[in-house]
């Protein structure tokens, strides 16, 4: 049976940027940017990448880049999130942003930014269809061996075995997530289904778990006003501190400090 993947949008939004655009650059969710004038640089470990005017760029989850931006730009940009990708395969395989170049069939739906709550069905469809063929384009666009590639094979059993465990989660990040109860959503003894889980996954069921709460908390930060203390109980953490100690364990900064960085065309 072919496994489940879809691309949950969290933000799709166009903005002016400026001298203001300066941001590090790390976190749980993959972007796809558009910039409509010249000015705005991403800057990763491999130097500079201009951001030419027209062309459409995909950053992955968990890259590490800074922005600069010279001038005002008119700015567009898709957050969303692979549900079903795992973590591991992404910090193997997808350590840089690809430049898709120019996606003219994008460019009717990406005009018509923002989308959000209040858009009307077709519109958000549509949008979700441009993350996903984003998403393609920037998998078919990377290099893998062969090695790889049958190792992700192997893997690919054990994914559809634990793959209730990733939905329940999905769906449940407020909600005590022990293994034991994760197992029993997959029919496993407890030490089967967190061996199976590491071969699927990467990493044991309380990192994912973690993992997935983070990401969650992330897009809650950047997208609302909620206070730090409600985020921290939405997403299942029994309280501020234990949630800013795992916040800043993964993605290296407080919860606070990754609000203050700003919502302006992230």
Do not use: K
Request: aromatic letters at 10%.
């Amino acid at each position: 049976m072919p496994r489940v993947l879809h691309c949950r949008l969290l933000s799709v939004q166009t903005v002016v940027i400026d001298q203001r655009w300066r941001y590090s650059l790390y976190d749980p969710f993959w972007r796809l940017y558009r910039n409509r004038d010249g000015g705005g640089v991403l800057i990763g470990e491999d130097g500079e990448v201009p951001m030419e005017p027209g062309d459409c760029l995909v950053l992955p989850a968990w890259s590490r880049y800074r922005t600069r931006c010279n001038g005002a730009v008119r700015h567009d940009f898709f957050h969303f999130d692979p549900i079903g990708l795992p973590g591991s395969w992404v910090r193997a395989h997808c350590l840089r942003l690809v430049r898709l170049g120019r996606c003219p069939e994008w460019d009717p739906l990406i005009d018509q930014l923002p989308i959000d709550d209040r858009s009307d069905w077709q519109l958000q469809l549509r949008a979700q269809a441009v993350a996903c063929a984003a998403l393609a384009a920037y998998v078919m666009s990377i290099s893998e061996t062969q090695q790889s590639a049958s190792a992700d094979d192997a893997r690919s059993g054990d994914r559809d075995l634990i793959m209730p465990a990733v939905s329940w989660i999905e769906s449940h990040l407020r909600d005590p997530l022990p293994v034991d109860l994760l197992a029993d959503r997959c029919g496993m003894h407890r030490d089967r289904f967190t061996r199976t889980f590491m071969r699927a996954i990467g990493s044991p069921p309380a990192r994912h778990v973690a993992e997935r709460r983070i990401a969650a908390a992330a897009h809650l930060l950047i997208s609302t006003d909620r206070p730090i203390d409600e985020i921290a109980t939405a997403i299942g953490f029994a309280n501020r501190y234990h949630f800013s100690r795992v916040f800043r364990r993964i993605l290296g900064l407080a919860p606070a400090s990754y609000r203050r960085q700003g919502r302006f065309g992230r």
